[in-house]
């Protein structure tokens, strides 16, 4: 891993030939080895150190969540290409038979399963929603979570730091605009701070999300415009376009107005998440220190192996 296997493919390549990642025939899809993991565990703990004095509220979602809750949420418009859904085989005896033969015929047996009633989750903050809403009014001081999730998004890619199937840890704040928006602020110069101390190179830029289509480029400039979506950045795979790491997003009352998040005057919440993107930051720590985490400079060391 040396400035010379700067690009995605030979620095997917050099991560299963060092026994980082490990294959699984899919793009997108990989094992991790024991060293990966700790390394995520401590960068987690990082983080939840850098959060404590706020007292968020934990919740750990599995990884699938409900389909209804996706649809309300209006993923299905802004990103269906990332979206999976899980099917199941619901038939009877005669349709199993079909389906077996399908299969040794080499069809496309797939076509005998239905949709279940669960989604696979594509951000770690969206199943919350929905539940915070069921609790009943928010308080006038706002509410917090720490949350952490398999998140699935269909992305398949070379580029090691295009999983599709990877973990995001998120804070989020449900409140007023004005206690939303100083709690981006704060984990702007938080993150900034905690990537700086592992000594990696980073920058906070503006950013947009892949919103689909054409209206989606009109979408994309409008979050752009009103400042809704920061990225801290490292260079990863390339130094021209560098990897988001952590992202910062602001969603006004979007998912108040969605799922009726009212405070008990009836005035709707605005939301504010900050996701660490955790395969990324491991990732760029194995990339900017190499391949031997025994061998990582102290200080990066001292700091990730002080939790
Ligand atoms: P990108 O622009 O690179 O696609 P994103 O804008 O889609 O990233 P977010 O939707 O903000 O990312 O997701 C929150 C965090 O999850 C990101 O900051 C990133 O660290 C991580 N993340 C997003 N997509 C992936 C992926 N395919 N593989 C691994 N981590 C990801
Ligand atoms: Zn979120
Ligand atoms: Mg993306």
Redesign the pocket.
Known sequence: MDAKTFDSKSLLDSLFENGILFESGIDGLYGRSGTFEEVIERFERLVTRLGAPDKATRIHFPPGMSRATLEKSGYMKSFPQLAGCVHSFMGGEPEHAQLLGMMADGGDWTELQKATDVALTP????PLYPTVAARGPVPAQGLLFELSSYCFRHEPSKDPARMQLFR?R?F?MIGTAEQVRSFRESWLKRGKELIETLDLPCEVDLANDPFFGRGGKMMANNQRDQGLKFELLIPVTSIEKPTACLSF?YHQDHFGRTWGLKFADGAFCHSA?V?FGLERVALALFRHHGPDADAWPAAVRDVLWSV
């Open positions: 951000a770690a903050c969206y995001m998120e989020v997003n998440c996701g």
